[in-house]
Nanobody, 127 residues
Framework: QVRLVESGGGLVQAGGSLRLSCVAS????????MGWYRQAPGKQRELVAA???????DYADSVKGRFTISRDNAKNTVYLQMNSLKPEDSAVYYC?????????????????????WGQGTQVTVSS
C-alpha cells in the first residue's frame, strides 16, 4: 500500500513564501514522476509543477519564475518552494506520483504502475 503525505501548507500574506513537502511510502519499487496539483473552490484541479525521473520539470504558466519543484529520490520526497505568493494561489495542493509498486505473491514478484494522490494541504494567501 502506498501513502503520499503532504505537509507545509498554511496561511501566508501576499508576497510571502511557503515550502510544501510530500513523502511517498509503502511498497514502492520505482518512482517515475512526482508533481503538485491544486484545486481552488469551484475550479478544476490543475497541474502546478511536475518533475520526472529524467530530471525534466514542467510548470504552469501562472507559477513560472515563482515556484520551484525539487526531488530527493533517496527519500522519495518532492518539494514545492513557493515564493511571491498571490491570493490567486490559494487552493488545496495535492501531491501526485506516477510510480511502480512491488508485491510478492506466493513467491512471485508483481510490479504494478499507477498514479497515486495525497490527501491535500491547504494553502491560503491573504491580500
Amino acid at each position: 500500500q502506498v501513502r503520499l503525505v503532504e505537509s507545509g501548507g498554511g496561511l501566508v500574506q501576499a508576497g510571502g513564501s511557503l515550502r510544501l513537502s510530500c513523502v511517498a511510502s509503502g511498497n514502492i519499487h520505482s518512482i517515475y514522476a512526482m508533481g503538485w496539483y491544486r484545486q481552488a473552490p469551484g475550479k478544476q484541479r490543475e497541474l502546478v509543477a511536475a518533475d520526472t525521473s529524467a530530471g525534466n520539470t514542467d510548470y504552469a504558466d501562472s507559477v513560472k519564475g515563482r515556484f520551484t519543484i525539487s526531488r530527493d529520490n533517496a527519500k522519495n520526497t518532492v518539494y514545492l518552494q513557493m515564493n511571491s505568493l498571490k491570493p490567486e494561489d490559494s487552493a488545496v495542493y495535492y501531491c501526485n506520483a506516477d510510480l511502480e509498486t512491488i508485491t510478492r505473491i506466493l513467491g512471485e514478484i508483481e510490479l504494478e504502475r499507477g498514479e497515486h494522490w495525497g490527501q491535500g494541504t491547504q494553502v491560503t494567501v491573504s491580500s
